[in-house]
């Protein structure tokens, strides 16, 4: 990689674009999943939940799903239930606690979108706050929850 031809000064050009798109795509990618967020360990999360809405009963069918609740990822271990006036959650991980958390209760901080990525798209999680819990959830869930808070 000599810059005395021409040759030499094209390589090194190319290696520099290669490294231009690559550092853009990586800024894109934060830029559209949120930014860097700091963990917060004093987080509230699903005990919080559980200690503000259970139910031990009236229980409607339910999906598996991956979501985030506070500063912990479930993958597959969450079912989720939409209820005439509740959310129904039930975590299936050491024990199966249930909670039901009245639609009035729910904000939404994000809307579920999707956006592009040098031509790659990437979808973004709908993100809620229920009892001071941030809870995220996909697209599929987050669509059917902002529909039941518009009822």
């Known amino acids: 990689m000599d810059f005395e031809t021409i040759g030499g000064w094209l390589l090194n050009l190319l290696i520099l674009a290669i490294q231009g798109v690559m550092v853009y795509g990586f800024g894109r990618l934060l830029y559209v999943g949120g930014g860097i967020t700091i963990p917060n360990p004093f987080q509230p999360g699903w005990p919080t939940l559980y200690a503000a809405y259970r139910v031990e009963q009236g229980i409607p069918r339910m999906e598996s799903i991956s979501t985030l609740i506070g500063m912990v990822t479930y993958r597959d271990l969450v079912d989720i239930g939409f209820d005439e006036h509740d959310l129904l959650l039930r975590k299936n991980f050491m024990g199966t606690k249930i909670v039901r958390i009245p639609y009035a209760d729910i904000r939404v901080v994000?809307?579920?979108g999707e956006n592009t990525v040098l031509r790659i798209k990437?979808?973004?999680?709908?993100?809620?706050?229920?009892?001071?819990v941030k809870v995220s959830l996909q697209n599929k869930q987050a669509t059917k929850l902002i529909a039941r808070l518009g009822q």
Request: without cysteine; glycine residues 22%; charged residues 20%.
């Open 110 to 112: 994000r809307l579920p």
């Open 122 to 132: 990437v979808r973004t999680d709908g993100i809620f706050t229920m009892g001071g």
